[in-house]
């Protein structure tokens, strides 16, 4: 049997996490979940996932922007591909978004909340091969 690709998915929200979730593994893909950064940090390096998904505001309106330079400066999850999903550009009513780079802000893809299942799936078919 063929071992499904595992996502550790760190947000806060429950509802938003538990739709999320149904919608990964409605397609073949274990989930696993942790409500902020330091307990997503401790999963990340105990469960070893092949992608996380990231929230930017938990415990911090900055929580997730901090968890992914750390993530990038732990070398046995630097090469971890983040894929973030944030609301903060309309909770905090800014007028530009944010790019990926490769200090500030190190992860693959940033996904305005609300992220459409298919253009989820589409980004995480991106980094990950689908399980068989």
């Given at each position: 049997?063929?071992?499904?690709?595992?996502?550790?998915?760190?947000?806060?929200?429950?509802?938003?996490?538990?739709?999320?979730q149904e919608v990964l593994?409605?397609?073949?893909?274990?989930?696993?979940?942790?409500?902020?950064?330091?307990?997503?940090f401790a999963m990340a390096?105990?469960?070893?996932?092949?992608?996380?998904?990231?929230?930017?505001?938990?415990?911090?309106?900055?929580?997730?922007?901090?968890?992914?330079?750390?993530?990038?400066?732990?070398?046995?999850?630097?090469?971890?591909?983040?894929?973030?999903?944030?609301?903060?550009?309309?909770?905090?009513?800014?007028?530009?978004?944010?790019?990926?780079?490769?200090?500030?802000?190190?992860v693959k893809t940033l996904?305005?909340?609300?992220?459409?299942?298919?253009?989820?799936?589409?980004?995480?078919?991106?980094?990950?091969?689908?399980?068989?």
């Amino acid at each position: 049997m063929v071992q499904k690709q595992r996502i550790l998915f760190v947000d806060d929200d429950p509802d938003f996490v538990a739709a999320t979730q149904e919608v990964l593994e409605s397609n073949g893909y274990e989930v696993i979940t942790a409500s902020d950064g330091a307990s997503g940090f401790a999963m990340a390096v105990q469960m070893k996932p092949d992608l996380m998904l990231l929230d930017v505001m938990m415990n911090t309106t900055t929580e997730g922007f901090e968890l992914s330079r750390k993530m990038k400066d732990t070398p046995e999850l630097k090469d971890l591909p983040i894929i973030m999903m944030t609301g903060i550009r309309r909770a905090k009513n800014l007028a530009f978004g944010f790019e990926p780079d490769e200090s500030w802000l190190p992860v693959k893809t940033l996904l305005e909340k609300p992220v459409p299942p298919a253009r989820l799936l589409a980004e995480v078919a991106k980094y990950i091969r689908k399980p068989a």
